[in-house]
């Protein structure tokens, strides 16, 4: 299985107020993107997921505008309902640096173009539906749901 990073370089190379799309770029550990034909790459879905988790990106909106689809959709843990502003305007407030426990993760095509991702945190079993448009993929819809643990 290949290992993939997450390079932030353009997105914080980009100002928020441009008008230039913003970019988030996978590459392997050499600096290379791979090549699209993905769905079946768990690292690859690991760094997409997990990137969000990162104070970093989500206190950027636009890293997070480049990660979640225009008509992203989330059921959050707590019962409330998200889109893709309102999850942003979250993000970008949020102090807290908090390293998340990710367990048993598993990247699932659904189509060559849809992948779902599920796995367990501390606190919430989560699933997220990812969509390739074009060459990029976004999240489309993701849920967390409250466990007893």
Known sequence: MTEYE???REVFETPT???????VV????D????????????????ELETALHRKEIRNSPDAVSALLADDFVEFGRSGR?????????????EELDE?????????????????LVTYKTASALRSSIWK???????????????TSE
């Open 81 to 93: 309902v998200w889109d893709k502003a309102s999850i942003i305007e979250s993000m970008q407030k």
């Open 17 to 23: 107020n441009s008008n230039s799309p913003v970019t």
């Open 26 to 29: 996978l590459t392997d550990r």
């Open 31 to 46: 600096g290379n993107e791979p090549s699209m034909k993905l769905p079946n790459d768990q690292a690859y879905f690991f």
């Open 99 to 115: 390293k998340v426990t990710v367990q048993d993760f598993a990247a699932r095509e659904l189509s060559p173009d849809v992948v």
């Open 6 to 8: 997450l390079t932030m």
């Open 132 to 146: 390739r448009f074009g060459e990029k993929w976004q999240m489309v819809f993701h849920q967390g749901t409250a």
